[in-house]
């Protein structure tokens, strides 16, 4: 992000790059979510960066199952914000995966909207 400001996806094909050819993190079996206001994306160990069609992402060992219960929760005709709708996906997870409990941690983007610059909105 130093070396591409402004450029989320240029920086992640960067770290991927970086990360795939790297003597020691080559090594490294992991999943990295990436986001901004605009754009969501995963970084795989094998190099790859993957962007969701619908910018909802689920990684981990209910990550299928939060998945699934974000895009139906995305869909139903009640108007959550995407906090609730990443707290109560992963409730569903939790209660559906034996590995995945009910210690969350959230982290909210707030991002200004040209027309009403004094309101943040949470994403």
């Known amino acids: 992000l130093e070396d591409h400001p402004g450029q989320l996806m240029r920086s992640c094909v960067e770290l991927a790059k970086h990360w795939r050819t790297d003597k020691y993190l080559r090594r490294l079996e992991a999943t990295l979510v990436v986001a901004d206001p605009h754009m969501s994306l995963t970084l795989t160990g094998n190099g790859d960066v993957l962007e969701p069609h619908d910018g909802v992402i689920g990684i981990g060992s ?3 199952f939060a998945l699934a219960a974000a895009r139906a929760l995305m869909a139903a005709p009640v108007e959550l914000d995407a906090e609730d709708i990443a707290l109560r996906a992963m409730g569903i997870a939790a ?3 034996v ?3 009910r ?3 959230t982290q909210v983007l707030l991002i ?3 027309d ?3 309101q943040p909105t949470a994403l």
């Open 95 to 97: 209660d559906m995966c």
């Open 62 to 64: 209910g990550g299928n």
């Open 99 to 101: 590995h995945t409990n």
């Open 112 to 114: 200004q909207h040209p």
């Open 103 to 105: 210690n969350f941690t």
């Open 116 to 118: 009403t610059a004094s």
